[in-house]
């Protein structure tokens, strides 16, 4: 079987990539002209250099292919231009899609996310079923994932195959940028962490992600959506296990969400729009965490066969990937 990935340089498709390398698949992994290729070390596949917004000049590295894993996304709480990120997760989405019908490739494999969900603000914890709209998305990165979600669904329903994955917050190793999630464990690395908010992640191993990827194209139902996610969480709860890891103290001091939104509005009007700096508080980051991110990951259990793994191992893994590169001193 020959594979289209694209994303594979990032955090979870250089995993999925691997996955997919190690059951023997041919590969062919879109990669930027400006992307590092680390992460892809040791994989045995065919590189193609391409551009989502251009999707076009990637017909002929479709053509052939008997599948297409669409991981590739521009995840960011901070965007200088939001048009560059909807021309990514948006506008490339829907034309990748309708260049894999073009070329004939069967099967798609849609990596969404689970900010797509309808999540509240008193924890309750939520599944496919619950009810969301685009007014419910804060943030242009949860705008441009549940618009780019609508492509895939869409397609779906207008018969191409199409398998929907939303994992929740993946934790692992080589999370290189690092993602957001990954920045909170480099941040509490280097003691960066001196308060928190009241705000609750779903934190996902990365490898099992990876692997749902796989077992998706052959078990997935085309047009459905399946939460991949581990254990709910609160921000303390994973300072805490951080903690009992490293040894390294978690903060007691709990920040009102409304001292958050000061400290955000001036790191993001002064680092970001002045200095031109990715600042480290956003308006918008804030403004999510008011509501728990607790999922249910029931339908991919009972359907894919989803594993809900503890999240000791997957935390563990990132923070010695982080020490072993130097993003925060040796412990």
């Given at each position: 079987?020959?594979?289209?990935?694209?994303?594979?340089?990032?955090?979870?498709?250089?995993?999925?990539?691997?996955?997919?390398?190690?059951s023997g698949a041919?590969?062919?992994?879109?990669?930027?002209?400006?992307?590092?290729?680390?992460?892809?070390?040791?994989?045995?596949?065919?590189?193609?250099?391409?551009?989502?917004?251009?999707?076009?000049?990637?017909?002929?590295?479709?053509?052939?292919?008997?599948?297409?894993?669409?991981?590739?996304?521009?995840?960011?709480?901070?965007?200088?231009?939001?048009?560059?990120?909807?021309?990514?997760?948006?506008?490339?989405?829907?034309?990748?899609?309708?260049?894999?019908?073009?070329?004939?490739?069967?099967?798609?494999?849609?990596?969404?996310?689970?900010?797509?969900?309808?999540?509240?603000?008193?924890?309750?914890?939520?599944?496919?079923?619950?009810?969301?709209?685009?007014?419910?998305?804060?943030?242009?990165?949860?705008?441009?994932?549940?618009?780019?979600?609508?492509?895939?669904?869409?397609?779906?329903?207008?018969?191409?195959r199409v398998i929907?994955?939303?994992?929740?917050?993946?934790?692992?190793?080589?999370?290189?940028?690092?993602?957001?999630?990954?920045?909170?464990?480099?941040?509490?690395?280097?003691?960066?962490?001196?308060?928190?908010?009241?705000?609750?992640?779903?934190?996902?191993?990365?490898?099992?992600?990876?692997?749902?990827?796989?077992?998706?194209?052959?078990?997935?139902?085309?047009?459905?959506?399946?939460?991949?996610?581990?254990?709910?969480?609160?921000?303390?709860?994973?300072?805490?296990?951080?903690?009992?890891?490293?040894?390294?103290?978690?903060?007691?001091?709990?920040?009102?969400?409304?001292?958050?939104?000061?400290?955000?509005?001036?790191?993001?009007?002064?680092?970001?729009?002045?200095?031109?700096?990715?600042?480290?508080?956003?308006?918008?980051?804030?403004?999510?965490?008011?509501?728990?991110?607790?999922?249910?990951?029931?339908?991919?259990?009972?359907?894919?066969?989803f594993k809900v793994?503890?999240?000791?191992?997957?935390?563990?893994?990132?923070?010695?990937?982080?020490?072993?590169?130097?993003?925060?001193?040796?412990?």
């Amino acid at each position: 079987m020959r594979v289209f990935i694209t994303g594979a340089t990032g955090f979870v498709g250089s995993h999925v990539a691997r996955c997919y390398a190690g059951s023997g698949a041919q590969l062919r992994l879109l990669t930027r002209s400006n992307s590092r290729l680390d992460a892809l070390a040791g994989i045995d596949a065919e590189t193609v250099v391409g551009d989502l917004r251009r999707t076009e000049g990637l017909r002929s590295a479709l053509t052939g292919c008997d599948a297409l894993v669409h991981v590739a996304a521009d995840y960011r709480l901070w965007v200088r231009d939001p048009q560059e990120m909807y021309a990514a997760n948006v506008d490339g989405t829907r034309e990748l899609l309708k260049l894999a019908r073009e070329v004939g490739v069967q099967r798609v494999v849609y990596t969404s996310s689970v900010a797509t969900m309808g999540f509240k603000t008193d924890g309750t914890i939520v599944d496919e079923r619950t009810p969301v709209s685009l007014d419910d998305m804060i943030g242009h990165y949860k705008r441009s994932k549940f618009l780019g979600e609508q492509e895939a669904i869409q397609a779906a329903r207008s018969g191409q195959r199409v398998i929907i994955l939303n994992p929740t917050t993946p934790i692992g190793s080589g999370d290189a940028k690092p993602t957001p999630t990954g920045r909170i464990v480099v941040d509490f690395l280097n003691k960066n962490f001196p308060a928190y908010v009241d705000t609750g992640l779903n934190l996902v191993d990365v490898g099992e992600v990876a692997r749902m990827h796989r077992v998706a194209l052959e078990r997935g139902t085309s047009g459905e959506r399946y939460i991949l996610g581990g254990e709910n969480l609160t921000l303390k709860q994973i300072l805490d296990r951080m903690s009992a890891i490293t040894g390294l103290p978690s903060p007691n001091l709990k920040v009102p969400h409304s001292v958050a939104m000061i400290f955000a509005f001036f790191d993001e009007n002064f680092t970001g729009k002045l200095r031109g700096k990715e600042p480290r508080a956003t308006l918008e980051a804030v403004r999510m965490g008011r509501k728990m991110m607790f999922a249910s990951s029931a339908k991919a259990e009972r359907e894919l066969g989803f594993k809900v793994l503890p999240v000791y191992n997957a935390l563990r893994s990132a923070i010695d990937w982080f020490i072993a590169h130097g993003y925060a001193p040796a412990r």
